[in-house]
Protein backbone atom coordinates (compact mmCIF):
# COMPACT_ATOMS: atom_id res chain seq x y z
CA UNK A 1 0.00 0.00 0.00
CA UNK A 2 1.28 3.17 -0.88
CA UNK A 3 -1.29 5.67 0.20
CA UNK A 4 -2.69 6.28 3.72
CA UNK A 5 -6.30 7.72 4.36
CA UNK A 6 -7.87 9.81 6.42
CA UNK A 7 -11.72 11.22 7.03
CA UNK A 8 -12.66 14.37 8.03
CA UNK A 9 -16.06 14.95 9.72
CA UNK A 10 -18.01 17.92 10.69
CA UNK A 11 -19.89 15.75 13.62
CA UNK A 12 -19.89 17.80 16.65
CA UNK A 13 -21.59 15.27 18.80
CA UNK A 14 -19.01 12.10 17.67
CA UNK A 15 -16.88 11.90 20.31
CA UNK A 16 -15.17 8.17 19.82
CA UNK A 17 -13.46 6.19 17.74
CA UNK A 18 -17.06 3.76 17.34
CA UNK A 19 -19.14 6.45 16.62
CA UNK A 20 -16.90 8.24 14.06
CA UNK A 21 -16.88 4.57 12.01
CA UNK A 22 -20.30 4.38 12.21
CA UNK A 23 -20.59 7.92 10.81
CA UNK A 24 -18.46 7.25 8.17
CA UNK A 25 -20.11 4.01 7.49
CA UNK A 26 -23.28 6.13 7.41
CA UNK A 27 -22.26 9.13 4.78
CA UNK A 28 -19.50 7.02 2.93
CA UNK A 29 -22.26 6.22 -0.14
CA UNK A 30 -24.84 9.37 0.52
CA UNK A 31 -24.80 12.54 -1.22
CA UNK A 32 -25.96 15.72 0.36
CA UNK A 33 -26.15 19.77 -0.10
CA UNK A 34 -22.38 21.09 -0.16
CA UNK A 35 -20.52 21.74 3.45
CA UNK A 36 -19.59 24.99 4.25
CA UNK A 37 -17.05 23.79 7.09
CA UNK A 38 -15.49 21.11 4.90
CA UNK A 39 -15.33 23.32 1.76
CA UNK A 40 -13.28 26.12 3.33
CA UNK A 41 -11.20 23.23 5.07
CA UNK A 42 -10.12 22.13 1.95
CA UNK A 43 -9.74 25.24 0.63
CA UNK A 44 -7.15 26.18 3.45
CA UNK A 45 -5.34 22.63 3.11
CA UNK A 46 -4.57 22.92 -0.45
CA UNK A 47 -3.43 26.63 -0.14
CA UNK A 48 -0.92 24.64 2.41
CA UNK A 49 -0.20 22.03 0.49
CA UNK A 50 -0.87 23.08 -3.39
CA UNK A 51 -1.25 19.74 -6.00
CA UNK A 52 1.01 21.42 -8.09
CA UNK A 53 3.98 20.98 -6.17
CA UNK A 54 7.33 19.51 -7.07
CA UNK A 55 6.72 15.59 -7.37
CA UNK A 56 8.73 15.11 -4.18
CA UNK A 57 6.77 17.14 -2.19
CA UNK A 58 3.23 16.59 -3.20
CA UNK A 59 1.19 14.82 -0.30
CA UNK A 60 -1.85 14.02 -2.60
CA UNK A 61 -2.10 10.10 -3.60
CA UNK A 62 -6.02 11.40 -5.08
CA UNK A 63 -5.88 15.37 -5.62
CA UNK A 64 -9.29 16.61 -3.85
CA UNK A 65 -11.68 18.31 -6.25
CA UNK A 66 -13.02 21.89 -4.15
CA UNK A 67 -16.57 21.77 -4.23
CA UNK A 68 -16.60 17.94 -5.67
CA UNK A 69 -17.85 16.79 -2.42
CA UNK A 70 -21.14 17.02 -0.30
CA UNK A 71 -22.18 16.44 3.05
CA UNK A 72 -20.50 15.95 6.42
CA UNK A 73 -17.54 13.98 5.26
CA UNK A 74 -14.72 14.14 3.17
CA UNK A 75 -12.35 11.29 3.14
CA UNK A 76 -8.75 12.45 1.78
CA UNK A 77 -5.41 10.21 0.27
CA UNK A 78 -2.04 10.87 1.13
CA UNK A 79 1.10 9.22 -0.13
CA UNK A 80 2.78 7.39 2.16
CA UNK A 81 6.33 8.56 1.49
CA UNK A 82 5.71 12.04 1.63
CA UNK A 83 3.17 11.91 4.64
CA UNK A 84 4.88 12.35 8.09
CA UNK A 85 3.91 13.83 11.75
CA UNK A 86 4.51 17.27 10.79
CA UNK A 87 1.91 17.30 7.73
CA UNK A 88 -0.54 15.57 10.81
CA UNK A 89 0.00 18.15 12.70
CA UNK A 90 -1.00 20.94 10.13
CA UNK A 91 -4.29 18.77 9.01
CA UNK A 92 -5.18 18.67 12.49
CA UNK A 93 -4.65 22.37 12.93
CA UNK A 94 -6.54 23.43 10.03
CA UNK A 95 -9.62 21.03 10.30
CA UNK A 96 -9.63 21.89 14.21
CA UNK A 97 -9.81 25.52 12.91
CA UNK A 98 -12.74 25.05 11.17
CA UNK A 99 -14.22 22.92 14.14
CA UNK A 100 -13.86 19.32 12.23
CA UNK A 101 -12.69 16.03 13.24
CA UNK A 102 -10.01 13.86 11.35
CA UNK A 103 -10.55 10.39 11.67
CA UNK A 104 -7.87 7.74 11.30
CA UNK A 105 -10.14 4.84 10.72
CA UNK A 106 -7.14 2.22 9.73
CA UNK A 107 -5.12 3.11 12.86
CA UNK A 108 -8.64 3.70 15.23
CA UNK A 109 -7.46 6.88 16.38
CA UNK A 110 -9.79 10.32 16.41
CA UNK A 111 -8.34 13.64 16.20
CA UNK A 112 -11.29 15.97 17.98
CA UNK A 113 -11.57 19.37 16.96
CA UNK A 114 -10.49 20.72 20.29
CA UNK A 115 -7.01 18.78 20.12
CA UNK A 116 -7.62 16.29 21.80
CA UNK A 117 -7.51 12.68 20.62
CA UNK A 118 -10.43 10.17 21.41
CA UNK A 119 -7.95 7.27 22.09
CA UNK A 120 -5.58 8.37 24.48
CA UNK A 121 -5.40 6.45 27.53
CA UNK A 122 -6.40 8.58 30.63
CA UNK A 123 -4.83 6.20 33.14
CA UNK A 124 -1.48 6.35 34.10
CA UNK A 125 0.52 3.64 32.56
CA UNK A 126 2.49 2.67 35.15
CA UNK A 127 -1.15 1.52 36.61
CA UNK A 128 -1.29 -1.28 34.51
CA UNK A 129 1.95 -2.66 36.46
CA UNK A 130 -0.62 -3.72 39.29
CA UNK A 131 -1.13 -6.56 37.71
CA UNK A 132 1.15 -9.25 35.60
CA UNK A 133 5.15 -8.10 35.11
CA UNK A 134 5.40 -10.42 32.44
CA UNK A 135 3.96 -13.52 30.32
CA UNK A 136 3.93 -17.24 30.65
CA UNK A 137 6.40 -16.95 27.30
CA UNK A 138 9.17 -14.57 29.00
CA UNK A 139 7.53 -11.21 27.77
CA UNK A 140 8.14 -8.31 29.67
CA UNK A 141 5.91 -6.10 30.45
CA UNK A 142 7.63 -3.69 33.30
CA UNK A 143 9.73 -2.03 31.47
CA UNK A 144 10.57 -1.17 27.72
CA UNK A 145 13.00 -2.93 24.80
CA UNK A 146 15.51 -0.46 23.29
CA UNK A 147 17.99 -0.86 19.98
CA UNK A 148 20.44 1.64 18.46
CA UNK A 149 18.87 2.32 15.41
CA UNK A 150 21.37 4.35 12.55
CA UNK A 151 19.66 7.78 13.44
CA UNK A 152 18.13 6.89 16.48
CA UNK A 153 16.48 4.66 19.35
CA UNK A 154 14.09 2.67 18.68
CA UNK A 155 11.23 1.48 21.67
CA UNK A 156 8.65 -1.01 22.17
CA UNK A 157 6.27 -1.55 24.97
CA UNK A 158 4.03 -4.18 25.30
CA UNK A 159 1.01 -4.68 28.39
CA UNK A 160 -0.71 -7.71 29.24
CA UNK A 161 -4.07 -7.12 27.47
CA UNK A 162 -2.40 -7.28 24.04
CA UNK A 163 -1.43 -3.58 22.99
CA UNK A 164 1.83 -3.16 21.46
CA UNK A 165 3.59 0.57 21.91
CA UNK A 166 6.77 1.97 19.39
CA UNK A 167 8.50 5.08 19.88
CA UNK A 168 11.65 6.52 17.83
CA UNK A 169 13.68 9.06 19.90
CA UNK A 170 16.62 11.25 18.39
CA UNK A 171 18.26 10.54 22.12
CA UNK A 172 18.38 7.90 24.58
CA UNK A 173 15.88 7.95 27.29
CA UNK A 174 15.30 6.01 30.41
CA UNK A 175 13.06 3.35 30.77
CA UNK A 176 10.78 5.15 32.68
CA UNK A 177 10.44 8.04 30.61
CA UNK A 178 9.86 5.67 27.37
CA UNK A 179 7.56 3.96 29.18
CA UNK A 180 5.81 6.93 30.36
CA UNK A 181 5.61 8.33 26.59
CA UNK A 182 4.24 5.37 24.98
CA UNK A 183 0.40 6.26 25.77
CA UNK A 184 -2.43 5.75 22.96
CA UNK A 185 -3.11 8.92 20.83
CA UNK A 186 0.41 10.59 21.09
CA UNK A 187 0.62 11.33 17.09
CA UNK A 188 4.81 9.98 17.57
CA UNK A 189 3.67 6.40 18.80
CA UNK A 190 3.03 3.47 17.05
CA UNK A 191 0.16 1.32 18.97
CA UNK A 192 -1.68 -1.78 17.36
CA UNK A 193 -2.82 -5.16 19.00
CA UNK A 194 -0.38 -8.26 19.37
CA UNK A 195 -0.23 -11.78 20.29
CA UNK A 196 1.74 -13.72 22.19
CA UNK A 197 2.40 -17.73 22.83
CA UNK A 198 4.90 -20.10 22.90
CA UNK A 199 5.88 -19.81 18.78
CA UNK A 200 6.82 -15.88 19.49
CA UNK A 201 5.37 -12.70 19.08
CA UNK A 202 2.99 -10.86 16.15
CA UNK A 203 1.69 -7.82 16.17
CA UNK A 204 1.03 -4.66 14.20
CA UNK A 205 1.60 -0.79 14.49
CA UNK A 206 0.05 2.35 12.54
CA UNK A 207 2.77 4.38 12.06
CA UNK A 208 2.61 7.79 10.36
CA UNK A 209 3.69 6.47 6.99
CA UNK A 210 1.91 3.20 7.13
CA UNK A 211 0.98 0.13 8.69
CA UNK A 212 4.07 -2.28 9.86
CA UNK A 213 3.83 -5.97 10.79
CA UNK A 214 5.36 -7.12 14.10
CA UNK A 215 7.38 -10.31 14.26
CA UNK A 216 9.65 -11.28 17.79
CA UNK A 217 10.95 -13.70 20.16
CA UNK A 218 12.15 -13.80 23.28
CA UNK A 219 16.12 -14.32 23.62
CA UNK A 220 16.64 -14.61 27.81
CA UNK A 221 15.83 -10.68 28.65
CA UNK A 222 16.08 -9.75 24.99
CA UNK A 223 13.76 -9.61 22.03
CA UNK A 224 14.54 -10.84 18.53
CA UNK A 225 12.54 -8.51 16.12
CA UNK A 226 11.70 -8.26 12.58
CA UNK A 227 9.57 -5.60 11.03
CA UNK A 228 8.60 -4.55 7.67
CA UNK A 229 5.61 -2.33 5.88
CA UNK A 230 2.14 -3.87 5.32
CA UNK A 231 3.46 -3.12 1.80
CA UNK A 232 6.26 -5.53 2.23
CA UNK A 233 8.70 -1.87 2.34
CA UNK A 234 11.03 -0.57 5.32
CA UNK A 235 12.26 -4.58 6.25
CA UNK A 236 13.96 -4.19 9.63
CA UNK A 237 16.09 -7.08 12.13
CA UNK A 238 17.06 -5.98 15.08
CA UNK A 239 18.00 -7.13 18.74
CA UNK A 240 16.23 -5.48 21.53
CA UNK A 241 17.66 -5.03 25.11
CA UNK A 242 14.92 -4.92 28.00
CA UNK A 243 15.65 -2.00 30.55
CA UNK A 244 13.58 -2.66 33.77
CA UNK A 245 11.80 0.24 35.53
Known amino acids: MSECQLHVLDAPRVKTQEAAADWVAKWAERSSKPNARIHAFLQELLQAYPTTADAAENIWYEIPVPGASTGPLLTLFFRLSVFDATTLRTLRAIA ?90 DPFVAHGPYVVDKDGIAGKVKQPNGVFYIMARTQGNALSLKSVGKDGRFPYAAVYEFLGL
Request: hydrophobic share 40%.
Open 96 to 185: GKHKLHVFDEEGYVLYLANGQEASRSSSDPFEALKGATHSPFGLRYDGVYVAKMAASWSYYRFTADGKIFQLSWAKQLTAAVAFRQMVEG
